[in-house]
């Protein structure tokens, strides 16, 4: 039943569309808009597609229109459903070997049916909200299978770039080779030779003719150069052959014993999945260096992505396409092209069927070879060296090689059960390995325990702790990361036990830094790792009844934290010297014989929540810092008998030779406080005379005409963080009134940097555009190259 309400009769006097006032106004009609970027993006992202996709079907042994079929879909499809909107899908060289091998085993129809299983589990697993396990998939085990299918890729490709056909597995293909060789083609070798020329040394050609060249995808180039050197030369040779769209196989029924049946829908899963949402995170991380960008587009919604590549699956095995995947190539092209939104990954899906129903004339005197050469570079790739000196520095070889190898000779199902496997093994090997040492030096006993300390090497511990003889100065080393609860409690107890018998303990960490309280200190009430508020180790009974849990009573009723004693600076040296000196001594001693030569003059507030070297990861010589109330740079002629800030600036370019400039506000500030609630008149006091340099920033921010600095994705919250921004812009403008810094800056040895600070939500914003005067959202590293 609807529900009923009162309605008035129409006044024919009244305009038909004037709304009541208590009724907001209808939202415009939105209508679909490409965006030029969108557009261009598009375009390179299709001509990188359309050979692969064509190389992976013929990879495959599947129909190659297949190939094409899956980029249309994965572009569609995915890119419309799927939670990463830049990255892009298709059939991926990733799924190359998997889906040789169930055509081989159950032949293209039913290969196609098991992608459509295989895109409903997808589904399933995303409506679970299972993405984020996917990720826990050790590296050295995605690595090491990506790194098995490029073998198994480039082996098989080899005997077509030599004019043969491969065989069905890489030994086979091993074997087989030399007497491929004794056969080889020369037609098709010289054709694989141009495309692999091409495909290599596109990428590097010099000069500013080069840099424009270099716009044509190398991929593209590689293929077009041998399809018209073959044409052209006339050579026979076996070229691409694309059968009737009307007599295109659909899927069919896989048959065969349900278990495997199951193990190729879950390989298929297992493989695109995992593929798919590394690919989304890799594309959040070159999102990341656009901060621009960033707020647009936003970070990946990894379970919406997994159900729109399960989307995908199913529609591309229901229409006779391949596999679907999200792939890196692509994806990264997409991105550095310059897309905005998911319309670029739509368009080239678009520009596929469009190539698939008109261009089959063109698409048909593409050689064979030049298709295999292209998949083989592909292949070899995914050899990553950078992925071997990675797993090499983190001790995951032998996972990695482990999981390549089964990939190689045993399938990539195998491979990866193998790999997870030697994972398991090496961290439970990791956790039982410890080695634990005692000796004595200068008097002092050290007990020093490297791996996991758990309860299977209690034993051992005790042993070594109980050669420590009564009242001696003890240093107990935990070279580790993890400590269960039977070792920490013996260690707890030998440690209060030999403290009562007049002995020291004094528990560190990795290269000495202190992780424990001696035991003797009973009225500290900090733990390890205390957080840095009130952080004040005192004896309660010092600090009067107000310290014992209630706050002291301040002026008017108002309540304050117990202030520190007047020991506190001394007790802050100390542990300075006992834990961080001996961890910076070398760095100092260095810096010490060498000078500083700092790369940045970093000119901030005065405010004691700015850690400077906390917000920008720096250490001693990374930094040249300036800070005053307000962050100010006086203008020349203006400083009244102080000159410390022009000081600075010109001792950091002129003599440092630093190369950046960045000037901090902060959330907060107390000087754009006091700016905003001067009057005119009163006295006249130090404070006063300094802010006069803020002056400017808030007659900037009273000018109607002029651009109002803001945040990305946020205006500001209120005045005074409008006037901490704006007073960021107007104090890079002081700095170019600086004589040093105007000139470094005319000579290109300088760049300027605003910087916003927001204390309470721990996030910095940098000044990504000078024009628009827009801060935006710093996420990852590398984001300091956009210069103000």
């Known amino acids: 039943m609807s529900a009923c309400v009162p309605t008035r009769a129409a006044d024919p006097t009244r305009p038909a ?158 074997v087989g080779l030399p007497d491929q060789v004794a056969r080889m083609q020369p037609a098709a070798v010289s054709m694989s030779v141009l495309t692999l020329v091409l495909l290599f040394a596109w990428p590097r050609l010099p000069g500013r003719t080069g840099r424009l060249l270099r716009r044509v995808p190398a991929a593209l180039v590689a293929v077009a150069g041998a399809t018209a050197t073959a044409s052209l030369a006339g050579l026979t040779l076996p070229r691409v052959d694309l059968p009737s769209w009307s007599s295109h196989a659909l899927a069919g029924l896989p048959e065969g014993p349900v278990l495997g049946v199951a193990a190729a829908v879950l390989t298929v899963t297992l493989v695109c999945s995992v593929q798919s949402l590394l690919g989304a995170v890799a594309v959040d991380k070159l999102v990341s260096a656009r901060p621009e960008l960033q707020a647009r587009v936003g970070r990946s919604a990894l379970d919406r992505e997994l159900l729109g590549q399960g989307a995908a699956n199913v529609v ?128 002092v006993h050290h007990v020093r325990v490297r791996g996991q300390l758990t309860f299977l090497a209690v034993p051992r511990l005790s042993r070594a702790l109980h050669l420590i003889p009564r009242g001696a100065d003890t240093v107990v080393e935990l070279d580790g990361s993890f400590m269960d609860h039977a070792a920490f409690e013996s260690l707890q107890d030998w440690q209060s036990a030999h403290s009562a018998q007049g002995g020291t303990v004094e528990i560190t960490g990795r290269a000495g830094t202190r992780i424990a309280e001696p035991a003797d200190s009973a ?159 009163g006295a006249l006091t130090p404070l006063k005379r300094w802010l006069r340099h803020g002056r400017p920033s808030v007659e900037r921010m009273g000018d109607e005409g002029r651009t109002k600095p803001r945040l990305t994705g946020r205006a500001p919250a209120d005045t005074v963080e409008q006037l901490c921004l704006t007073n960021v812009v107007q104090q890079l403008e002081h700095l170019r009134a600086h004589d040093s810094v105007a000139r470094a800056l005319n000579e290109g040895a300088l760049e300027l940097h605003g910087m916003y600070f927001h204390v309470g939500e721990a996030q910095a914003y940098l000044l990504a555009d000078d024009e628009a005067e827009l801060f935006g959202h710093v996420g990852t590293a590398d984001d300091l190259r956009h210069p103000a």
């Open 316 to 443: 591309s095995g229901a229409l006779g396409g391949l596999p679907v995947a999200g792939v890196a190539v692509r994806s990264s092209a997409n991105v550095q092209a310059g897309a905005v939104s998911r319309n670029s990954t739509m368009l080239h899906g678009v520009f596929v069927v469009v190539a698939a129903l008109l261009m089959v004339p063109i698409l048909e005197l593409i050689p064979l070879a030049s298709l295999a050469a292209l998949v083989m570079a592909v292949g070899i790739q995914m050899v990553s060296l950078n992925h071997i000196r990675t797993v090499t520095r983190h001790r995951e070889v032998l996972v990695y090689a482990v999981t390549t190898l089964g990939v190689v000779f045993l399938g990539v199902l195998e491979g990866v059960a193998l790999g997870v496997a030697v994972a398991v093994g090496v961290a439970l090997h990791r956790l039982t390995r410890t080695r634990i040492t005692h000796e004595e030096r200068e008097g």
């Open 523 to 681: 009225h500290c009430r900090c733990r390890p790792w205390t957080p840095w508020r009130n952080h004040h180790c005192e004896d309660p009974s010092a600090m009067g009844p107000a310290s014992s849990g209630a706050p002291s009573g301040g002026r008017d009723g108002e309540t304050r934290e117990p202030r520190p004693s007047g020991h506190q600076l001394a007790r802050g040296i100390s542990a300075f010297q006992r834990n961080t000196a001996p961890l910076v001594r070398e760095e100092l001693a260095r810096l010490a014989r060498e000078g500083q030569r700092p790369s940045q003059l970093f000119l901030t507030c005065a405010d004691s929540r700015l850690v400077t070297s906390m917000i920008t990861s720096s250490g001693p010589g990374d930094l040249f810092v300036v800070r005053n109330v307000g962050n100010l740079v006086p203008l020349p002629g203006e400083e009244s008998g102080d000159d410390s800030v022009a000081a600075a600036i010109e001792y950091a370019v002129d003599v440092l030779k630093v190369r950046s400039i960045t000037v901090c506000g902060h959330s907060g500030c107390g000087a754009m406080q006091a700016l905003l609630a001067s009057e005119p008149g």
């Open 17 to 174: 569309h004037v709304h009541q006032p208590h009724s907001p106004p209808p939202p415009p009609p939105r209508r679909f808009r490409i965006e030029s970027a969108d557009l261009s993006a598009s375009i390179a992202v299709f001509l990188i597609a359309l050979p692969l996709s064509l190389g992976i079907a013929l990879a495959t042994g599947a129909p190659l229109q297949a190939g094409l079929v899956a980029a249309a879909v994965g572009g569609l499809v995915a890119g419309r459903i799927g939670g990463s909107a830049l990255q892009v899908s298709g059939p991926a060289a990733g799924l190359t070997v998997v889906t040789a091998e169930l055509i081989h085993h159950y032949g293209w129809r039913a290969t196609c049916g098991i992608t459509v299983l295989a895109g409903i589990t997808q589904l399933g697993l995303g409506c679970l909200r299972v993405a984020r396990t996917a990720l826990a998939v050790s590296p050295a085990i995605v690595h090491g299978m990506l790194a098995g299918i490029g073998v198994t890729i480039a082996v098989a490709q080899l005997h077509i770039v030599l004019g043969g056909v491969p065989q069905s597995s890489v030994l086979a293909n091993l």
